[in-house]
């Protein structure tokens, strides 16, 4: 990469802008906002140009060399290669700033694209090879960056000097700006533009003890796109993170790179780390005033024991919130064309795990075994045979089509499908993780699969191959 990302302060520096058509007048709205002592030189004004007049001088000529004296950036944008090339050279030569419009190799400055909340600036650029990714990139940033944060860099900015002063350390001044970030009040007040007010209680959390704090993130079924932002932001915030084997190296990857990090994973018949042993980890990061974020895979509510965790830190009088994510019934499922429900096919769909709890107690197979309805299993691999056992004992065809989904949503899917009176051979043909829906939409996949599917297809040819 040949140019440096600089932000330079061009308020008052007399700048010049070749050109008067659509791309001059981009280029001098820009340098405008920044407070530039502007002149334009161009035979006419386009009409965007025309109306910006009163803000800047206007040399209704062609360029000579004359003009660039004095100048401190110039900008070539006229529609003429000739003059635009004359007008770099001239500039060069002289050692001025320039910039040739559309040209980012013969151009000393690029105007980036920015996203702005005043005195916040975000500004990148692809080096001219790519405009179109740097403008999405853009309409992505603009929409997931809170308005407010302007008015927040600017509170901020009066009281950076105090929060410097009660705060000895940098790790203590982070953790105080993580919780700022957080403060529902605070985002309120600049969110309707109460700034004094936010300014006053922004005063009153410097004054406040600061303490850890525990953030549950679901981490989704793998596929990193499908974090939401606010579990982004988290990991992003982190000084400790606690992560399960199911979390991807595709989202460990966008964990904040100073964190901690502690593996407390676990897998059916492999708990590497013992619950009790989880809680004890969760509770003492938090009493140390450190912001702990545990992640886990999918929804933490949905067979992740997210619930009695939180129970453990609500006794220990520690805070915590909940960040829910995607759970692998509704990502892996989706991902392979399967819909959980369809007026044609189920009108319900109920979730199951396959592991019971030490007191062995059943679930009720009469129940789960009726018709119209989809039955999403988790972790139900090492029981598929007492599974698929139970569902025909109990009233269920044994030609209900059956679809175990491995690794979903990320690029190693592969689905396995069948019948229900096959679901035991079938789990042999499979690894962990992997997900088991029994019902009639299961046969949707053969039509509605859309993700990986050359890939899939050609899984599930082998495998039949295999077992015929």
Not at 114 to 141: C, D, K, M, Y
Not at 201 to 227: C, N, R, T, Y
């Amino acid at each position: 990469m040949e140019h440096l990302p600089l932000f330079i302060k061009i308020k008052h520096r007399p700048c010049l802008v070749v050109g008067g058509g659509a791309v001059a007048a981009r280029k001098a709205r820009v340098l405008l906002a920044r407070g530039a002592r502007l002149t334009v030189v161009a035979p006419e004004l386009c009409p965007e140009l025309a109306t910006l007049q009163s803000q800047f001088i206007w040399q209704n000529d062609v360029f000579n060399e004359a003009y660039l004296d004095q100048q401190f950036l110039v900008v070539a944008a006229t529609n003429s290669t000739e003059v635009n090339a004359r007008v770099y050279q001239a500039a060069n030569l002289r050692g001025l700033l320039v910039n040739k419009a559309d040209d980012s190799k013969r151009s000393a400055v690029i105007f980036p694209s920015i996203v702005e909340r005043l005195p916040l600036q975000v500004a990148f650029s692809t080096g001219g090879n790519a405009p179109w990714l740097a403008r999405l990139l853009r309409a992505r940033l603009d929409a997931i960056l809170p308005k407010h944060w302007g008015a927040l860099s600017r509170v901020a900015g009066k009281l950076r000097h105090k929060v410097q002063s009660s705060f000895a350390t940098p790790t203590e001044r982070r953790r105080f700006w993580a919780r700022v970030e957080d403060d529902v009040t605070l985002n309120h007040l600049l969110a309707q533009g109460k700034i004094a007010e936010a300014e006053r209680w922004l005063k009153q959390s410097i004054a406040k003890p600061q303490l850890g704090e525990v953030i549950l993130v679901g981490a989704g079924p793998g596929d990193p796109d499908l974090l939401t932002v606010k579990a982004l932001n988290e990991l992003q915030k982190a000084e400790v993170v606690l992560y399960d084997q199911l979390v991807s190296p595709e989202i460990m990857a966008l964990i904040r790179p100073e964190a901690e990090l502690i593996a407390v994973g676990k897998k059916a018949g492999h708990h590497s780390v013992p619950q009790e042993q989880i809680n004890g980890l969760l509770v003492a990061q938090a009493q140390s005033g450190k912001r702990v974020v545990r992640l886990k895979g999918g929804d933490p509510f949905m067979f992740g024991r997210g619930a009695e965790e939180l129970q453990v830190l609500k006794a220990a009088g520690i805070c915590f919130q909940v960040v829910p994510g995607i759970t692998a019934a509704a990502g892996a499922t989706a991902y392979a064309g399967i819909p959980l429900t369809h007026r044609d096919h189920a009108q319900s769909a109920v979730f199951i795990t396959g592991h019971s709890k030490q007191d062995g107690k059943e679930p009720n197979w009469a129940s789960l075994a009726q018709s119209r309805q989809t039955l999403v299993i988790y972790m139900g691999l090492m029981r598929s045979g007492h599974i698929q056992q139970r569902l025909i004992e109990h009233g269920l065809a044994p030609s209900t089509p059956v679809a175990l989904i491995e690794r979903g949503t990320t690029p190693q899917q592969r689905m396995v499908r069948g019948n229900l009176s096959e679901l035991g051979a079938l789990a042999e043909q499979v690894v962990s993780p992997s997900l088991m829906v029994i019902g009639e939409v299961a046969a949707l996949a053969d039509s509605l699969a859309w993700f990986n599917t050359q890939a899939s297809e050609q899984a599930q040819a082998e495998a039949q191959a295999q077992y015929a």
